[in-house]
């Protein structure tokens, strides 16, 4: 019987929490009989990634660490050369930012706001256009309006709460396999799995 897989995510900010169901989800659907570790969530507070992943590896000592950079508008190609190399590392490295990945379920927009039978239209982009939109906005304001807030109710409505709750109220993200940036990093994940015989 293998262990349980112990794994951490090395985020960009704090607001990247919401990638941590996503890696959870990659990670079940990979490998269904497997046990993981939630990934452990830790904020770069250094510009210098190779050395804080160092640290990272020599303190926590995880199996697999997530590296996350958005690739905001750079290219992916240029920001991938930015990430840091070894066995034990998968880059996330979202297009243009890790929002666009949480465009995908109306029903869980809906409900992050609590009001789930809200009766506004909201136009979701279609998954082609993910990574071309300036998807943190998109999805800010689709949470805004499905709110039915107005007022003072909607100033002190808590946007990026919301946000984190989109990505722990989505079951499926399967659609996501379209997008090439999250195709890359679950072929990279698939990869540093077989490695550990996983």
Known sequence: MKRVLQTALLADGTSDKALIPILRWTLRDLRPEGEFSDPQFIFRRHRNLAETTEAVLREY?????????????APMKERMKEMPVG????????????????????????????????????????????????????LHELLQAASGNTGRRLRSFNVEQAVHRV???????????????????????EAALGQLGW
Do not use: C
Not at 61 to 73: S, T, Y
Not at 173 to 183: D, G, K, S, W
């Open 61 to 73: 000592k995880p199996d697999i660490l997530f590296v996350h950079r958005d690739a905001e508008n």
């Open 167 to 189: 990505a722990e109220l989505v079951e499926d993200y399967a659609v996501l396999r379209n997008l090439a940036a999250y195709e890359d990093f679950r072929h990279r994940l």
């Open 87 to 138: 066995d034990r590392l998968v880059p996330v490295v979202p297009v243009k930012m890790t929002e666009a990945w949480l465009l995908i379920d109306e029903r869980a927009i809906r409900m992050a706001t609590s009001n789930p039978n809200g009766s506004m239209r909201l136009d979701l982009p279609k998954w082609k256009d993910l990574e071309k939109i300036q998807a943190k906005t998109v």
